[in-house]
């Protein structure tokens, strides 16, 4: 079983940041890649960014240049949010892709994440 805590959501105004952290534990060795989701008001859960085991970012078009995803995708996966701006507010989620006899994910309880003025 693997289990992810994410910390380092909060309230800022447009244009600051925040790192979010996303910490791993269980059976981490089955692990391929760790990433962030992100649910605004009324939305849909999606894709943010994510790392692989082997260090290989991906990233959705709309953070690309503002958001860097780090860490070890296996242990602790950070997201730095840089300029940030009112349509990046909802809760973020952490989803592990693990893989065992079949391929699945695992997210995180969220952190929850406010940019407003």
């Known amino acids: 079983q693997v289990h992810l805590v994410e910390s380092g959501g909060g309230l800022v105004q447009p244009g600051e940041s925040l790192r979010l952290s996303c910490a791993t534990s269980g059976s981490i060795s089955v692990i391929d890649a760790t990433g962030w989701d992100r649910q605004g008001p009324g939305d849909q859960r999606e894709l943010v960014a994510t790392i692989t085991k082997d260090g290989t970012t991906n990233y959705a078009d709309s953070v690309k240049g503002r958001f860097t995803i780090s860490g070890d995708a296996k242990k602790m996966v950070y997201l730095q949010m840089n300029n940030l701006i009112p349509e990046a507010t909802g809760v973020y989620y952490c989803?592990?892709?693990?893989?065992?006899?079949?391929?699945?994910?695992?997210w995180g309880q969220g952190t929850r994440v406010t940019v407003s003025s």
């Open positions: 989803a592990a892709q693990v893989k065992t006899i079949a391929r699945y994910t695992i």
